[in-house]
């Protein structure tokens, strides 16, 4: 199991861009990279996954060097309400894949 | 909306005391999820099932079980509480398992436990 590594936490400010990165320098080749992002009492809500180079949705963009060992999900002009756990989850299965201690992410206005 | 349901939010039991939580699904996922979360830390695999199939996680104690009667409901089983066993229970479904497109897990909100 692909074991992975995020700062705890993070400070920004509304209309910032945040850049959180993961290390996770067992990567296999089947595995993949995937975000959750976690509000108190909530469960967790999927945000992005990716293989390889760069994938962009409506929320984020997750860039992944060549050789995968690490990847950085980009969250662009924050607000208030992206203040959250944000966690980074490597594997080629759900039941694989461990949530870490994720990166806690204060925007502040 | 297609969603997943957790019954109840807040649950109160009694240490010892059997208790059961509920989820259910309008996803028609083949696959639903149980975690643990105890308070500031990461949610824990307990088990899952795909289909019909259970898979229990190696270091998920005996003294949780869970039963899946039918495609849109789960349940997890707590036969003992313990004062450790206090946490947020998360269900989680998705279409399968392995990792890629389309088969990201989907949560539902949670139950808190509470052990008196």
């Known amino acids: ?109 | 909306d297609a969603m997943v349901i957790q019954n109840p939010r807040y649950q109160v039991t009694q240490f010892g005391k059997p208790v059961t939580l509920s989820c259910s699904q309008t996803l028609n996922h083949n696959v639903m999820y149980w975690y643990q979360q105890k308070s500031s830390q990461a949610p824990k695999l307990l088990f899952h099932y795909y289909d019909k199939d259970f898979n229990n996680e190696a270091d998920t104690p005996d003294n949780f079980q869970s039963r899946r009667p039918n495609t849109s409901f789960c349940f997890l089983d707590i036969r003992s509480p313990g004062l450790g066993d206090a946490a947020m229970y998360l269900c989680a479904t998705s279409r399968g398992r392995t990792s890629g497109r389309y088969n990201e897990q989907f949560f539902g909100p949670g139950t808190r436990l509470t052990v008196l």
């Open chain 1, 1 to 109: 199991l692909a074991k992975t590594t995020q700062p705890i936490s993070m400070d920004s400010y509304e209309g910032q861009e945040v850049n959180i990165t993961c290390s996770h320098n067992n990567i296999a080749t089947n595995d993949y990279i995937t975000w959750y992002q976690q509000f108190p009492s909530q469960g967790p809500r999927f945000i992005i996954q990716g293989y390889k180079t760069k994938v962009t949705n409506e929320v984020a963009s997750l860039f992944i060097p060549a050789d995968r060992k690490s990847s950085t999900l980009s969250l662009p002009r924050v607000s208030l309400s992206d203040t959250a756990v944000y966690y980074c989850l490597v594997g080629s299965n759900n039941n694989d894949m461990r949530f870490g201690a994720g990166t806690r992410l204060t925007v502040k206005p």
